[in-house]
Nanobody
């Protein structure tokens, strides 16, 4: 069964760092864009960062300069390095994978909590 497996969430103090990982199963082919979304309580899900197969990236303004997205195409894995975390970064973070021919996949979500 095609799936995304996320890891790396947790509780951290403000100013700290976390690294999220998301591995797509081997039966997910022709991956185009990989990204991370987040959803805080009472808010809509928003795109945090995305990276194309060629390595082009984009970030929501709120995380620019603090978060870094990267990917390993050989491992079908995307990472999100989160530094200088703030309480407002608290949310459930979801991995998203968009393929050329077989649609979009979502991870199960991982909780990130930043205490002040």
């Amino acid at each position: 069964q095609a799936q995304l497996v996320e890891s790396g969430g947790g509780l951290v103090q403000a100013g700290g760092s976390l690294r999220l990982s998301c591995a797509a199963s081997r039966n997910i082919f022709n991956i185009n864009v990989m990204g991370w979304y987040r959803q805080a309580p009472g808010k809509q899900r928003e795109l945090v960062a995305a990276i194309t197969r060629g390595g082009s990236t984009n970030y929501v303004d709120a995380v620019k300069g603090r978060f870094t997205i990267s990917r390993d195409n050989a491992k079908n894995t995307v990472y999100l390095q989160m530094d200088s975390l703030k309480p407002e970064d608290t949310a459930v973070y979801y991995c998203n994978v968009d393929t050329y021919f077989s649609g979009t996949y979502w991870g199960q979500g991982t909780q990130v909590t930043v205490s002040s």
